[in-house]
C-alpha cells in the first residue's frame, strides 16, 4: 500500500464519507414508483405509450433537438445511427481508440470496421490536430468519396465520443469532417446534460446517441436515444427502430430489414421522472467536483480533470489523472480503493488491445496509450453531496 | 357487411362481452408493482440484479431447461441463438414462411439467408412430410454439410415456429433435421407454457427462443430469453448478451464482438409477478377457448383452430380459420369487427411477399397461401373469462 493510494482514499472519504459507494449510482424516490404504477395500469408496458412520447418530448426540449428516438440502449442506438446514415460493408468509421466497446461494436454489427484515432488530455476526447493531420497523411479523395489510401477502403464516418460526460472540441471535428466528407455520429452516451459553446452535446453532428444505462446521469433500466434535427433520418430511424412496420388498419407488413429497438413504455416511465431531477443531478455533480477538486488540489501525483474550455461539463464521472511519472501506481490504487469499499476504475482497455480490434486501421494513439495508464474513475453519483 | 361478418362480431360478444378488447392485453395487479417497487429500492434497475436472476431461474423450472438467458427481445434472442450457433455469412436457414418478420430478420442480421418452407392445416407449424420432400429434393450432402443444389448455398439451420403458441410437430423436425444435419433453433416467442408430448416447446431443439413482448402470455413490457441444456451454448450466450465482458475486479476487457441484449432488472421484476401467473393465464385462455369453441360450432364458413394431436397449448391467439370458399371475405370480416371494437387480426404477411425477402429460396407454400387468407386472431387476454 503505497503513500498515494492511502491518500486518495483518505481524500475521497474527506468527501463522500465513510460507506462503500459505487461508481455511479442512480438516485431514485417516489416519483419513479409512481410513475411506473401509473404505466402498470394503463396496460402499455411495452413499445408503445404515452410514456416513451413524453420521454422523447422531454429529450428534444432539454437538447434542443427537433426529434427524440427513444430505444432500448445506447448500443442499439449507435447502431440504428449507422443505419440510417447508410455505412456500407467494408467501410471504415473513425472513432477513438479511448472508449466504450459499443462505439466500435455497433461498427461492427455493420460489417464496417472502426478506424482508431488519438485523444487528448484536455478534453479526452478526439485530438482534432492529430486528425486532421492523420487524415491529410492517409486519405485520398475519390469521386467525392475519401479513400483510406492504405487500405483501399472507403472512410465514410466519425463517431466522436463525449468521455466521461466532457465536451470534446466538436466544432473542430466537424470542421475536418466537412473537409473529409464524413458523416458525424456523436457519441453523447455519457454527455446528457453536458455543452459545448453553450449547445448540447450531440446535436452538432447529423446524429447524437445518448444512453440511459443504469450507470447513467439519466437511468431508464436499460435505455438510449438517438437525437437529430434531420427529420427524415428521424422518421427512418423511428420506422426501422419498430421492425419497420407500415401503417395499416390491420395489415401485417414490413418493408425493410428493420429491429426491435424501441423502448418499451415500462422503462419511459421511469425515464420521464429522471428527466425532472436532471437538472438538479447536474448541479450535484458539478458540486461533486467543486469538493473533489479542493481536496485534490494539495496532493501531488495526481490531479482532478476538469471541464475542457468552452464547455460546461455534466461531470457523469469523476476522474483522477496520475502524473507520468505515477502511472506504475495504477494497479496499487485501484486495489486499495476498492478494498476500502470506494469503487475506482481505470479507463476502458483501450479498443485495439482488444483481441477483436487489434487488426483495425488505426493512427499513432500515444496519448490513449498514455491516458489509459493514468485515469482513475472515483465515485460519482448525484447524491453524494 | 356481409352475414358472416355479422355473425362472427355477434359471437364473439356472446363470449367477451359489449366492451372494446384487444388483441392479446396483458393482466397486471399490485404484485407487479410491488416488484417494481422493490425493484426501485434496490437500485439495481439495469443488467444485474436480483430479479434478471429469479426471473431466469423460474423460466428453466416452469420449462424444464437447465438454462434460461433473459435478454431484451424475442428477436435479439432469435439472433443470439444463432450467433452462438455458429452460423455463417451467406448460410440458408429453414423457416416457415408464414410467421412474425423477426425470424427472418434475425437471420439477416447474421448475414445468412432464410429458406422458406411450407406449413400444415393441423399445427400451423412447418410440415414434416412438405420439409422431407422438398430437402431430399434439393439437399447434397458435401463433407458432411447439406448444400442447396439450387443455390450452392451451406443450410446450416431450421427454426420452426410453434405458431400462436400451437406446438407443431416437432420431433418429426428434429427428425429431418438430424438427418439433414441441420442445428434446431426452436421459435417458441408465443409458446411460453405450450407443451408437445408433454414436454415444453423449445426444449426439443439445442436452443428455445421465447418472447415477453407486450402482447405476449407473460410479459416484461421488452423481454425475451433463450432456453437451453446445453451448459457450453448457456454459458457463450451469457456472456454475448453482456458486451461479452471479461470478469475482472476492475479492469474492463471484452473478448469478442458482444451484444448489449441483457434483460434489465427493472423488466425482469414485473416478469416475476407474470411468471406466478402464468399456470392460471393458460387456465384462462383455455377457458376462453371451450367456450369460443361452443358458440363457433354452429357457424358454418369458419372454424375455430384447436391445439394439435399430442399437444397442450397455451392458446395464446385464439384464431378463426374460414374455410376456402369464404377466403374473399376475410376482408369484409376484419373490417366490420374492427369498426365494432373487437381487434381482430389476419395472419402476418407472408415472409416470402416481403419486399426484402421476396428473392429468399424458398419450397412450395400452397398451405401458408392458403392459410394466410383465411386466418383471423381474435381478442384472446387472458382476463376475457
Not at 74 to 87: D, R
Not at 103 to 119: E, G, R
Not at 149 to 159: D, F, H, L, M, P
Not at 220 to 228: E, P, S
Request: proline share 4%; hydrophobic share 40%.
Amino acid at each position: 500500500m503505497n503513500k498515494l493510494s492511502i491518500e486518495i482514499c483518505e481524500r475521497i472519504k474527506s468527501v463522500i464519507g465513510d460507506s462503500k459507494f459505487g461508481l455511479h449510482e442512480p438516485f431514485f424516490n417516489s416519483l419513479e414508483k409512481e410513475n411506473l404504477s401509473n404505466c402498470i395500469d394503463s396496460s402499455y408496458v411495452s413499445s408503445i405509450g404515452e410514456y416513451v412520447n413524453s420521454f422523447e418530448k422531454m429529450i428534444e426540449e432539454f437538447t434542443k433537438s427537433k426529434k427524440a428516438i427513444a430505444v432500448v440502449n445506447g448500443t442499439s442506438a449507435l447502431h440504428l445511427a449507422l443505419k440510417v446514415s447508410g455505412i456500407k460493408p467494408d467501410e471504415e468509421i473513425i472513432c477513438p481508440s479511448l472508449t466504450f466497446v459499443a462505439t466500435a461494436n455497433a461498427i461492427s454489427y455493420m460489417d464496417a470496421l472502426p478506424h482508431f484515432v488519438d485523444v487528448n488530455e484536455k478534453t479526452l476526447g478526439i485530438d482534432p490536430l492529430a486528425l486532421e493531420n492523420w487524415l491529410d497523411k492517409i486519405i485520398i479523395k475519390k469521386k467525392g468519396k475519401s479513400i483510406n489510401k492504405n487500405t483501399g477502403r472507403i472512410v465514410s464516418a466519425i463517431i466522436p465520443m463525449h468521455t466521461f460526460g466532457h465536451p470534446l472540441e466538436i466544432n473542430s471535428i466537424v470542421k475536418i469532417a466537412e473537409k473529409y466528407n464524413l458523416i458525424v455520429i456523436e457519441d453523447a452516451a455519457e454527455s446528457l446534460g453536458s455543452l459545448y459553446e453553450g449547445k448540447h452535446t450531440g446535436t452538432f453532428g447529423r446524429i447524437g446517441v445518448l444512453s440511459f444505462n443504469g450507470n447513467k446521469i439519466v437511468t431508464t433500466g436499460g435505455g438510449g436515444a438517438l437525437i437529430t434535427n434531420d427529420l427524415e433520418v428521424a422518421s427512418l430511424a423511428k420506422h426501422l427502430s419498430s421492425t419497420a412496420k407500415v401503417e395499416h388498419k390491420w395489415k401485417l407488413i414490413h418493408n425493410q430489414i428493420g429491429f426491435n429497438y424501441r423502448m418499451p413504455n415500462l422503462n419511459a416511465s421511469i425515464g420521464c421522472a429522471q428527466m425532472k431531477k436532471l437538472p438538479s443531478f447536474i448541479e450535484s455533480k458539478r458540486n461533486l467536483f467543486l469538493k473533489y477538486r479542493e481536496v485534490f488540489k494539495s496532493l501531488l501525483g495526481v490531479r482532478i480533470f476538469s471541464e475542457p474550455d468552452n464547455s460546461r461539463s455534466n461531470y457523469w464521472l469523476q476522474t483522477l489523472i496520475l502524473d507520468k511519472e505515477h502511472e506504475s501506481e495504477l494497479e496499487n490504487i485501484l486495489e486499495v480503493t476498492n478494498k476500502e469499499g470506494l469503487m475506482t476504475r481505470p479507463s476502458w482497455e483501450l479498443m485495439h488491445h482488444l483481441q477483436m480490434y487489434k487488426n483495425c486501421p488505426r493512427a499513432p494513439l500515444p496519448n490513449a496509450e498514455s491516458l489509459a495508464k493514468r485515469i482513475i474513475n472515483i465515485p460519482s453519483s448525484p447524491f453524494l453531496v
